[in-house]
């Protein structure tokens, strides 16, 4: 593949350097000093050596879910490569692009890196299949609904109530990169009242989520950040999992591989937005990148090499594992993995609670479980509860 990399404008790079020089650009990040938290902790105050956002960016990769990212699927389950990336690699990716975004524009840099590392958190095992599969239990049995990007809302505020601030858990709530525009204009939101009642419509209208829009330009950042980080390196591990070749995606506009994808978008953006009060691409790019994802769903998502194994396999496991441990936790069996793995591991941070944790909804319990649970984790605990079923996984290994 040809295809060019594009760079800024001598207009703008001029002006980037003269305003950086002097600190005369336009101050539109947003301040330290209006973080909000539920509660007003004088240990979560931002200090000259430890801001606020940096105080976010530290519970979060201290959070006992954030070591799981590194063996949750992005794209493709069920392979032994350490070459295909897994969700632990694609959360540092956005926060890098972000960055350097974010950091042209001159923006909050902390709050970009604690949205953008906190975004998957509450992502299942199985990527965006394990989630329907999951959204459809909980829907059948509750009406109500799963969906990641509202569950790391929950993992990082309720599961373990670690006082995130508003405009963290805000760009976590609206990050979901599968809803691409050509413009973001943040939308002010001023109290955690407002933005309880948010969360809370989008568990009973999925619709609502599709709605979501992030409160600060950084959040809109990490948004189409979150695409830029997947286009170009999903069609990457396709081809290392033989499933396409390079040269089945079109040259357009962005490029055709990763580097290209990533340095052009990059540039448009930041040609389109510096120094405004939203992010924005130009027609061309913008028409460009919904072709790039459009192609990889018709080549890489909705192949059956990505889907193998999922309906026929994952599905039927997660409603035996869903409703087993549903059982359990409602008799109170104390030795079953729900409470030794769970509902104990939960208590075991140090955080008060209004409400006792086991003493929450037992399905949403059993949710904040199976979600919590990495691709391996899932497959053994299915065969701890059931060793006699003939539900097996046959995983790719590097030679076959």
């Known amino acids: 593949m040809g295809g060019k990399y594009e760079d800024l404008s001598e207009q703008i790079i001029e002006k980037m350097t003269g305003e950086k020089r002097g600190r005369t650009f336009r101050k539109i990040a947003f301040d330290d000093a209006r973080v909000l938290r539920r509660v007003d902790n004088p240990h979560d105050r931002g200090t000259v ?3 606020p956002f940096v105080r976010d960016i530290d519970k979060i990769m201290n959070c006992p879910y954030y070591n799981r990212y590194a063996d949750k699927t992005q794209v493709f389950s069920f392979y032994k490569n350490d070459d295909i990336t897994r969700r632990g690699l694609h ?8 960055r350097t975004i974010g950091g042209a524009l001159n923006l909050n840099l902390d709050l970009i890196e604690a949205i953008a590392l906190g975004h998957d958190i509450g992502h299942t095992p199985f990527g965006h299949a394990g989630e329907r599969l999951l959204d459809g239990l909980l829907y059948e049995r509750t009406g109500r609904h799963f969906a990641h990007n509202i569950h790391s ?4 505020d309720g599961i373990y109530p670690y006082n995130i601030s508003l405009q963290t858990l805000s760009g976590i709530a609206a990050h979901d990169g599968e809803l691409e525009l050509a413009e973001y204009r943040p939308a002010p939101l001023e109290s955690f009242e407002e933005f309880d009642k948010i969360i809370e419509n989008c568990y009973l209208d999925k619709r609502a989520i599709k709605r979501l829009v992030p409160s600060t330009l950084e959040g809109c950042v990490v948004r189409i950040s ?6 170009g390196k999903d069609r990457q591990d396709a081809e290392r999992a033989k499933l396409v070749k390079e040269s089945d995606f079109d040259d357009n506009k962005i490029g055709g591989f990763n580097a290209q994808i990533i340095n052009n978008l990059m540039v448009n953006i930041i040609e389109n937005s510096y120094g405004e009060d939203y992010i924005k691409m130009d027609a061309e790019h913008f028409a460009a990148l919904q072709k790039a994802k459009s192609d990889n769903y018709e080549l890489v998502y909705k192949s059956d090499l990505a889907r193998q194994g999922i ?12 409703g087993q441990l549903l059982d359990d936790l409602v008799k109170g069996d104390r030795t079953s993995p729900v409470f030794t793995h769970h509902v ?5 941070s140090h955080y008060k ?4 944790y086991e003493e929450g909804e037992p399905n949403q319990i059993i949710v904040d479980y199976i979600a919590s649970m990495t691709d391996d984790y899932f497959l ?7 060793p006699d079923s003939k539900l097996k996984i046959e995983y790719k290994g590097y030679f076959d």
């Open 353 to 356: 609670r209004a409400v006792p």
């Open 91 to 98: 959360v540092q990716l956005v926060s890098r692009i972000a």
């Open 49 to 51: 050596w430890r801001p």
């Open 226 to 231: 979150d695409i830029i980080a997947y286009l």
């Open 344 to 348: 104990d591991y939960v208590n075991k």
């Open 311 to 322: 309906n026929d396999v994952i599905q039927p496991m997660m409603k035996m594992v869903y």
């Open 153 to 156: 809302v929950r993992v990082l």
């Open 380 to 386: 053994d605990l299915f065969a701890h509860l059931f």
